[in-house]
């Protein structure tokens, strides 16, 4: 019989393999594989879950509550191979989260982000127009901040003005570019290519390590920039966030439809495929 770690490794194998990246969720697992392991618990229990979910013990209420949910897609699975499962009703613990309230930018705003990542040192002069074409092609093109940082270089064509998008799923479409944003690109990767030296890299966006941006400093240079210009406070947690670009695409195109006229209710299947909104 397979052991609840071999277990969880199926699973997420499982998982990972219809297209979940469980990044979280992988960790917490193996976590709680350790935790049973440490006590010797041959079945998954109700009071053994709450006795791991429940760390640490200062920990919020919504931390508790996803690592239970961590446990109880697991469980649904591995009960199949031990029956004595007991798998976490919703109930057990509760918490729904509040949901982000969207900001719609201006453009007045998009363009002070813009400004202010040129402003930006480091990474040997090319840090600042990452930065600058990073936001900008968030701004312009609907594209998720995922999609956006898993772009290769392949995956542009400056010719055609498309790019190719690998979305959820392993869902691949194409992104047509206007024209100015295509100019926008193509300046970029000529000062990518003179940056690189000759050296490879295979994504579009590189940090000064010749790797591909890390979201979590993504995450804190565009915290700084919104301060900055002043959309966020010095002290605030909360505020403007990179997922915005795609609300202010989607309400864009909207706007500019019902200002020409256009059957909007007809025409949002076509935005709705564009931006893959049902995966």
Known sequence: MNTLREAVQSYLALRRGL???????????????????????????????????QQPKYAQLATWAARVGYVRGFAQYYSAIDPHTEIPPCALMPYRPRRAKPYLYSSAE????????????????????????????????????GEALDLRREDVDLNEGIVTVRGKFG?????????????????YVTRRERFLAGRSALHLFVSSTLNPLHRADVYRTFHALSRQIGLRS?????????????????????????????????????LSTYLVLLC
Request: net charge positive; with cysteine.
């Open 19 to 53: 297209g979940f990246k469980l990044l979280l969720a992988g960790n917490a697992l193996q976590d709680f594989a350790t935790f049973m392991e440490k006590r010797r618990a041959v079945h998954i229990t109700l009071r053994r879950v709450l006795q791991w979910a």
């Open 110 to 145: 998009i363009e002070a982000l813009l400004q202010a990542a040129l402003t930006l040192s480091g990474g040997m002069g090319l840090r600042p127009w990452t930065y600058y074409c990073f936001l900008g092609l968030l701004s312009v093109s609907g594209l998720r901040l």
């Open 171 to 187: 869902k691949i479409r194409m992104v047509p570019l206007h024209a100015s944003t295509r100019q926008v690109l193509a300046d």
């Open 234 to 270: 010095p002290t605030a947690t909360h505020g403007p966030r990179l997922h915005d670009f795609r609300h202010r695409f989607a309400t864009e195109i909207l706007l500019q439809w019902y200002r020409n006229g256009e059957d909007v209710e007809h025409r949002l299947p076509l």
